[in-house]
């Protein structure tokens, strides 16, 4: 099964600056990734996806990330911090070999004005 | 309205009832997903459907039971809940490998 792993359960920034949040894989053959966030007392949306097009995916509100094979990573990041931004974000892969999706255990992203 | 909805959002529950959770989809997606989210564990697969009438296990799927006689519903029932049953509850469907899951708003359970 996959492993997902978030650095950094809580993260703070100012607003304005930048935000990484930070996403490690297991697989050795690199599945579909997704970031989603989360907003209190709400399902999941979905940010961005990798599908193996590019290895840098632009998604809504700003959000970018980068797919590093050789780091098995897939970091999340936004030039300019808003305060609508703060929210829980999850990385997610869904594994080649099926279609179950594999979450970490997010990261709570605060934006301090 | 197209999508996926969730019912009831909120329930409380005494320790040993049966409790359905309702999970509906309008997209006549293959796959249906049930999650459980608790704090510091993210979200965690219960079960899993790719059709009518095809279930498996996911992570953690003990003391919980699911059936899916037809695509668009996929009911998780707790049969004899438990306490550390109290959790958020999402489900969740996709149409397929690589592509997105939609959640639903989420059911949160409490028991007794």
């Known amino acids: 099964a996959q492993s997902v792993t978030q650095l950094g359960s809580h993260v703070s920034v100012s607003e304005g600056a930048l935000v990484l949040l930070r996403c490690n894989y297991s697989s050795s053959v690199p599945p579909y990734l997704f970031w989603y966030v989360q907003y209190p007392n709400q399902g999941l949306q979905l940010l961005l996806k990798y599908t193996s097009a590019a290895t840098l995916v632009k998604g809504i509100n700003g959000f970018e990330a980068e797919f590093k094979k050789s780091e098995t990573s897939f970091h999340l990041t936004k030039p300019s911090a808003h305060m609508s931004d703060a929210a829980e974000y999850f990385c997610a892969v869904s594994e080649n070999t099926g279609n179950q999706f594999y979450f970490g255990t997010g990261t709570s992203l605060t934006v301090i004005p | ?112």
Request: with cysteine; net charge neutral.
């Open chain 2, 1 to 112: 309205d197209a999508g996926i909805t969730q019912s009831p959002r909120y329930k409380i529950t005494e320790t040993g009832r049966q409790v359905t959770l309702m999970c509906h989809q309008t997209w006549s997606h293959s796959y249906m997903f049930w999650y459980r989210q608790d704090l510091g564990h993210g979200l965690r697969l219960i079960y899993y459907s790719a059709a009518a009438d095809i279930t498996d296990k996911g992570e953690v799927p003990d003391g919980y039971v699911v059936s899916r006689s037809k695509t668009e519903n996929f009911p998780l029932t707790l049969e004899s809940a438990t306490r550390s049953q109290t959790s958020v509850y999402f489900c969740a469907t996709n149409g397929g490998w690589g592509t997105e899951a939609f959640f639903g708003q989420g059911t949160r359970l409490t028991v007794v």
